[in-house]
């Protein structure tokens, strides 16, 4: 029998609605957890054991944070990868590791390693100027997809260009200052964009979450479907390119692999995120382990728990209101909590903004259909105001 270390000291660096999903879990399994966010009353400063309030870029917190904690983990990818990797130099436990990190947080080397490992990609090329987008238009042909290498999320750092008139206002609306890099994508005339969860654990071990079919509004998640409403062989792809990704990476902890999937079959991946992703909320009731539980696991080097689907689970995001800036108000909970098997996610954030990810609805039911009307008419209950 082996002895359980109580209260492992966890950092993690990032305290919104994934950290404080995160600490949720870890509090399950004994941990101490320390939180770096700049705002004092981030989502997880409310069940953290100590929060340090610095910058991201703060390199003396970062050290800090690593001399308080067993291990450290993040909750978004723009971090300084060169402070971690410091970090690890110096004995540091840090995972997903600083060297995936670094890959993945810039789309042009994350494509171009998938691409080596023979995984489909869509064409990608890096650009430098007005001139080489125009050259690399005569290949992949019109629309292209322009995109910033890194800091890009919720499609901002994305530009579609239509025609060649588009390139130099897409060109200087990414780049005003001349120093990001940038690349182009053939765009990807998809059916369904679909995302896979896969967590990489102790010895190897690597566990696959079942495909979810995403559905955005406004380049911003909208909704998730489990299981995907796609042919068993694409399903099969999906799933096995996950796996193949964490072993590439040599992955530990959670990673979401995001995809297109177009009307002839073909499984493109568009990006990875070495984190628990918004698409995979819905394992928290649809799920025998959710993925902030096996990320805690992963990164404390325990057993990974089953991802086993329960039932066909829907997940809606909650987004604050257009038209109110402020306060927080919530409206409508008592009206979505009445409906069966609905859970509801809020996650503290004192502050409304237009589109700001507020919380989110999740339902789980034997019957899909019935599981998307009841989210459906929660969803249509809450709303995130300001007073
Ligand atoms: P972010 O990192 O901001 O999430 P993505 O690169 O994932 O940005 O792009 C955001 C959205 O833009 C995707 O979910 C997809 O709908 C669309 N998109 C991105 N790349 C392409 C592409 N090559 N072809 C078609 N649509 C794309």
Request: hydrophobic share 45%; net charge neutral.
């Given at each position: 029998m082996s002895f359980y270390p109580i209260s492992q000291k966890i950092g993690i660096i990032g305290g919104g609605q994934l950290g404080k999903m995160m600490i949720l879990e870890a509090k399950k399994l004994g941990c101490y957890v320390t939180i770096l966010d700049p705002t004092k009353d981030c989502p997880a400063s409310s069940i953290c054991d100590n929060h340090i309030v610095a910058n991201f870029s703060d390199k003396e917190a970062i050290i800090s944070l690593a001399n308080q904690c067993d291990v450290l983990t993040y909750e978004f990818e723009h971090i300084d990868y060169q402070s971690l990797m410091e970090l690890e130099e110096r004995g540091h436990k840090v995972y997903p590791s600083p060297s995936c990190l670094k890959t993945i947080q810039n789309k042009f080397t994350q494509k171009t390693i998938l691409k080596e490992n023979n995984i489909c990609v869509p064409d990608f090329c890096l650009v430098n100027s007005i001139e080489e987008i125009k050259n690399v238009a005569k290949e992949f042909s019109y629309p292209l997809v322009l995109k910033s290498c890194t800091g890009g999320y919720d499609g901002k750092g994305n530009f579609i260009i239509k025609c060649e008139e588009d390139i130099e206002k897409g060109f200087l609306t990414l780049n005003?200052?001349?120093?990001?890099?940038?690349?182009?994508?053939?765009?990807?005339?998809?059916?369904?964009?679909?995302?896979?969860?896969?967590?990489?654990?102790?010895?190897?071990?690597?566990?696959?979450?079942?495909?979810?079919?995403n559905i955005h509004i406004d380049n911003i998640l909208h909704k998730t479907i489990v299981p995907a409403d796609i042919n068993e062989s694409s399903k099969q792809k999906a799933i096995d390119i996950a796996h193949k990704i964490i072993d590439i990476f040599n992955g530990v902890g959670m990673f979401c692999v995001e995809f297109f999937i177009t009307k002839d079959g073909e499984v493109l991946v568009n990006e990875i995120a070495p984190r628990p992703h918004n698409s995979g909320h819905y394992t928290i009731e649809g799920c025998v382990t959710s993925q902030f539980e096996n990320h805690i696991r992963a990164i404390l080097s325990l057993p990974l728990g089953s991802t086993n689907l329960l039932n066909p689970t829907v997940m809606i995001n909650l987004l604050g209101e257009e038209g109110y800036k402020g306060d927080t108000l919530v409206e409508g909970v008592i009206e979505a909590l009445n409906i069966e098997n609905v859970f509801v996610h809020i996650y503290g954030k004192k502050q409304t903004v237009p589109k700001r990810k507020m919380g989110h609805i999740t339902c789980s039911m034997e019957c899909l259909e019935q599981a998307e009307k009841n989210a459906t008419k929660a969803y249509q209950y809450i709303k995130f105001i300001s007073k």
């Open positions: 005003p200052n001349f120093n990001m890099s940038l690349m182009v994508e053939k765009f990807v005339d998809f059916k369904l964009e679909v995302s896979v969860l896969a967590c990489g654990g102790i010895n190897k071990d690597i566990k696959v979450y079942p495909v979810g079919n």
